[in-house]
């Protein structure tokens, strides 16, 4: 049976999302930085561009609407803006889908926020594990 959060558990949620909104606001230095910064959407974008990257593969229009509950029509538009920027690229698979991910611009500054994020956990609460910390379990 899952136990719920305890108010020190809900703190600790609460500082961390204020400094991942500190370090956002400290890092809009660059028009990149600034673009995919403006809105959660755009944010989430480039995560899931970068994952894309990752695993080898690229996600289709339809695939990143599942994803954000974003409409049709705000996710294409955010890839032809992001095409133009040169921030994401079309890949096509041998069944002639469209799919998009990340170029090596946005992975590396993706990567720079992920370690970023991580130093604010270690510099909050030591070395613990949030996963660890925030376990719900009996």
């Known amino acids: 049976m899952k136990k719920p959060l305890r108010q020190e558990d809900h703190v600790y949620l609460l500082k961390t999302e204020i400094e991942i909104y500190q370090l956002r606001v400290t890092r809009l ?20 561009m ?25 996710v294409s538009k955010m890839i032809s803006q992001c095409k133009t920027l040169g921030y994401i690229e079309l890949i096509e698979d041998n069944n002639y889908l469209k799919r998009y991910r990340a170029m090596p611009e946005l ?5 720079i926020y992920s370690e970023a994020r991580h130093k604010i956990a270690r510099e909050l609460y030591g ?9 719900m379990e009996d």
């Open 29 to 48: 230095n660059s028009e990149m930085q600034q673009y995919f910064n403006t809105s959660q959407l755009r944010n989430v974008f480039a995560r899931i």
């Open 50 to 74: 970068t994952l894309a990257v990752y695993e080898k593969t690229g996600y289709t229009i339809a695939e990143i609407v599942a994803q954000t509950y974003a409409t049709r029509q705000a």
């Open 107 to 111: 992975v590396t500054a993706v990567n």
């Open 127 to 135: 070395e613990n594990d949030m996963r660890k910390r925030l376990r």
